[in-house]
């Protein structure tokens, strides 16, 4: 595309310089609730931790990461073994460009090849209507709510679930919303 984002992503293995570089990442305005902050080393994303990294296949420059596990679930929100729980973030240089069909596909590939028989579980911030609208073109279905208190606030999640088997948008589906994690 005309705006730098890669023609073509890889998943690969998250290192401890894709973490630094996340940590440094400062989103705009109300996403500014994604921000990592200055993380010390000890408490910045691992792959040990579930995170892996979305990177230009061409030059392995990260543009995103996902997680699953314990690291995708907001507080209060069970562990269910029938689903992978997942949360995906985007350097935010990229945000709001378009590019998150073409992210979220890259990501939702990569987990039906790891568990292809297994329902993805997500959780959006109520307000994040962008990111709602992407997980809606990728197939999910929102199945419900959940509250919990963070940073000492009550904070509204819409969950959300691709069934298994459910493939996600097309390449060519590209959408123009992309702010998730």
Do not use: K
């Not at 990260?62 to 997942?86: N, Q, S, T, W, Y």
């Not at 609208?133 to 819409?158: D, I, K, P, W």
């Amino acid at each position: 595309m005309s705006d730098g984002w890669p023609d073509r992503l890889a998943v690969r293995p998250f290192t401890r310089s894709d973490a630094r570089q996340v940590a440094g990442w400062q989103y705009a305005g109300p996403w500014q609730i994604y921000d990592f902050g200055s993380a010390d080393d000890d408490e910045l994303p691992s792959a040990a931790d579930g995170y892996t990294a979305v990177a230009d296949a061409d030059t392995d420059r990260i543009v995103g990461f996902f997680c699953i596990g314990p690291e995708a679930r907001v507080p209060g929100l069970d562990e269910d073994p029938a689903v992978v729980d997942l949360g995906v973030g985007m350097d935010p240089q990229w945000v709001g460009r378009g590019h998150g069909g073409h992210f979220g596909t890259t990501v939702l590939a990569q987990l039906r090849r790891d568990y292809p028989a297994t329902p993805v579980r997500v959780v959006i911030q109520s307000w994040n209507t962008r990111s709602r609208q992407l997980f809606r073109r990728l197939g999910f279905v929102e199945r419900g709510g959940h509250h919990c208190v963070q940073n000492g606030r009550s904070v509204a999640y819409t969950v959300a679930v691709l069934s298994a088997g459910l493939n996600a948008m097309s390449e060519s589906s590209r959408t123009s919303d992309d702010h998730v994690r």
